[in-house]
C-alpha cells in the first residue's frame, strides 16, 4: 500500500508518466505471483485480491491524471491556435509575439507550462507545447494542415541520425 501511494505520488507528477514503462515488467511478474497465490494458497487469497485491487486503483490514478493534464494542456493549447489563426487572417500576418493576441506569459506558463514555444518566420506562425507525460517531446501545431503532430526529442534534435 505504501509502495501504490509513492508511486502515485511520483509517477503522477506532470512529465513523469514515462517512467511508468519502466515499472511495466516488475508489475507483470507480480501479477502472475498474485496469480499462483491466488489459485495455491487460499489462505493468502483475500490478502493478495486486495493488494490488486490497491495496485489497479493508483495505476488509474496514475493514468487519469496524466489523461487530465493531456486534455486540459490541449484544450489551453486549441485556444492559442484559434487566436494565432484568427489574427493570422484578419491581420493577413501572424503575430510576432503572443502578447499581440493578449496572451500574457505567465497566464501561459500556468497552463501551458514554461516549455511552451510561438515563433512567427517568414509569416508562417509555429507554436507547440512540451506534452504533459514527458519532458523530452512535444505536440506541434501544423497550421497548414490544422493537426496537432506529435515530435520526439531524439527526431528533433537528430541523436540517432549517424549519416555524415
Not at 503522477?12 to 511478474?29: E, K, S, T, Y
Not at 502578447?99 to 515563433?119: A, S, V
Not at 497548414?144 to 515530435?151: D, L, N, S, T
Request: overall charge positive; hydrophobic content about 45%.
Amino acid at each position: 500500500m505504501i509502495m501504490a501511494i509513492i508511486l502515485v505520488l511520483t509517477l503522477g507528477q506532470r512529465h513523469a508518466g514515462f517512467l511508468a514503462f519502466a515499472l511495466i515488467l516488475p508489475f507483470v511478474v507480480w501479477l502472475t505471483y498474485s496469480a499462483y497465490v491466488i489459485v495455491k494458497k487460499p489462505y493468502a487469497r483475500t490478502t493478495q485480491l486486495i493488494c490488486i485491487f490497491v495496485w489497479v486503483v493508483a495505476v488509474e490514478f496514475i493514468g487519469g491524471a496524466h489523461y487530465i493534464w493531456h486534455a486540459t494542456a490541449r484544450r489551453d493549447a486549441n485556444y492559442v491556435v484559434i487566436a494565432i489563426a484568427t489574427f493570422s487572417k484578419v491581420a493577413g500576418n501572424c503575430p510576432r509575439t503572443l502578447d499581440w493576441l493578449g496572451l500574457k506569459r505567465e497566464q501561459l506558463e500556468d497552463k501551458l507550462g514554461e516549455n511552451y514555444r510561438y515563433t512567427c518566420v517568414g509569416g508562417k506562425p509555429t507554436f507547440s507545447y512540451v506534452a504533459t507525460y514527458t519532458v523530452f517531446d512535444t505536440y506541434a501545431y501544423d497550421f497548414e494542415k490544422g493537426v496537432w503532430v506529435y515530435q520526439k526529442w531524439s527526431e528533433k534534435k537528430r541523436f540517432l541520425d549517424t549519416a555524415p
